[in-house]
């Protein structure tokens, strides 16, 4: 890292989702009523295109990362779940995209050294700690918004009694793991 991340309170974070969120509205393509449609804000929105390839081979435990010179995402080819189908495999797809959206929607990249593909993967870095607890806190945001993660919640699926059934119908809904529905839900003490 060249420089030193911006602290960004939560609130911040939330309202940066909530800007990208009006601007899908805006352009049609995100009603406030369905999942998130990453893959339209990242190509219309950020002008950034999707793409997979096995990152691993190259970067050992990187799964996504941002290309800004050709306006990429790339992610590993591990998460391409339209190969497998696999809603396990879409939710980590779907956070991981949104975690590499919050790295570019956030600014991050305007730290990084140089302009090449960057990957936020030092783990004992200060900088980077604060960057991937950032884009975290985005892609949950974005993923699951607060706003729909409580409506949904509380009226949506309120025909189930089981908590875990509710728990499993939110995350196909929201189209995340179930350990980040849980974990959101959590945070916005509906758990």
């Known amino acids: 890292m060249a420089k030193k991340i911006k602290f ?4 911040i974070i939330k309202e940066e989702v909530n800007k990208l969120l009006t601007k899908a509205h805006k352009l049609g393509f995100y009603d406030y009523n369905s999942p998130t449609p990453l893959d339209l804000i990242a190509e219309k929105i950020c002008n950034l295109h999707i793409n997979y390839e096995n990152l691993d081979q190259k970067l ?7 290309d800004p010179k050709n306006n990429m995402i790339w992610l590993d080819s591990s998460l ?7 809603l396990s495999d879409e939710g980590r797809h779907n956070f991981t995209l949104a975690h590499e959206l ?7 990249l ?5 302009s090449d593909m960057i990957a936020f993967y030092n783990e004992t870095d200060p900088e980077i700690k604060k960057a ?3 884009a975290n806190m985005f892609a949950a945001m974005l993923n699951m918004p607060e706003e729909l993660v409580i409506r949904k919640w509380k009226s949506g ?3 189930i009694a089981n908590t875990n059934e509710k728990i499993s119908a939110m995350t ?10 849980q974990h959101r839900l959590k945070t916005l003490s509906l758990l």
Request: hydrophobic share 35%.
């Open 172 to 181: 196909e809904f929201f189209r995340v793991s179930k350990e980040a529905m």
């Open 157 to 159: 699926f309120n025909y």
């Open 80 to 86: 391409d779940y339209f190969e497998s189908k696999y």
């Open 102 to 108: 919050g790295h570019f929607y956030l600014g991050h």
């Open 60 to 66: 050992e435990g990187v799964i996504g990362l941002i």
């Open 110 to 114: 305007n730290y990084a050294k140089n």
């Open 132 to 134: 991937e607890t950032q």
């Open 8 to 11: 960004l309170e939560p609130h």
